[in-house]
Every structure is written in C-alpha cells, then in structure tokens.
Nanobody
C-alpha cells in the first residue's frame, strides 16, 4: 500500500519562499507519476505541478510557472516543491499525490492519481 506524507507548510509573508516535501512509502517511487495539488477554502482542488515517472518530464500550472520548482529524488522516494515569490492567493492546503498514469492530458487532474497525502497548510500573509 502506497502512503504519502507531506511536510513543510507554514505561515510565510508575501514574497517569501517555502519548501514542501513529500515522502512515498510502500513502493518504489521511480515508476510513479507524482503530483502536487492545492485546495483553498471554498474552492476545488487545483493542479500545481507533476513529475511523470520513469524519467518523464515535469509540468506546472500557469499560475505557478516560473515561481515553483518541483524535483524528485527516486533514491529517497521523495519529491520537493520549492516555492518562491509567494502570493496571498497561493494560500491553500497542499497535497501530494501518486499514480501510475502518465498521459499528459490526464495528469493535471486529480482523477489521474490513486494515492493522496493528508496535506500541509501553506498560508501567505503579512
């Protein structure tokens, strides 16, 4: 059984930076597509970034492109989301997700993922 555990969320001022981590246990991460999503109060879960397995590419939502960087370390079964130039609208619970699907047209949607972490709260406020 795959389990995901996120960490790193906290309160940060606008313009600040934050590093989120997600560790996968129960399987080897190498073949999995691993994504980050976020959900703000009263809003639907939103795609942030995803890294396809087996050496596949990484993709970002337009709203975070140029500010967020996702990296993965398959040896450590871990992915990192480095967030910079944070804005109040980035405030949300951030979730890590994993799945075996890798088709580009699908991996931006929550339905492409089979496993989810509990989420970590990111609050951007002065």
């Amino acid at each position: 059984q795959v389990q995901l555990l996120e960490s790193g969320g906290e309160l940060v001022p606008p313009g600040g930076s934050l590093r989120l981590s997600c560790t996968l246990s129960g399987r080897t991460m190498r073949t999995y597509t691993v994504g980050w999503f976020r959900q703000a109060p009263g809003k639907e879960r939103e795609f942030v970034a995803t890294s396809r397995g087996n050496g596949g590419s990484t993709y970002y939502a337009d709203s975070v492109k140029g500010r967020f960087t996702m990296s993965r370390d398959n040896a450590k079964n871990m992915v990192v989301l480095q967030m910079t130039s944070l804005k109040p609208e980035d405030t949300a619970v951030y979730y890590c997700a994993a799945g075996q699907r890798s088709i580009l047209s699908t991996v931006r949607f929550p339905t492409a993922y089979d496993y989810w972490g509990q989420g970590t709260q990111v609050t951007v406020s002065s």
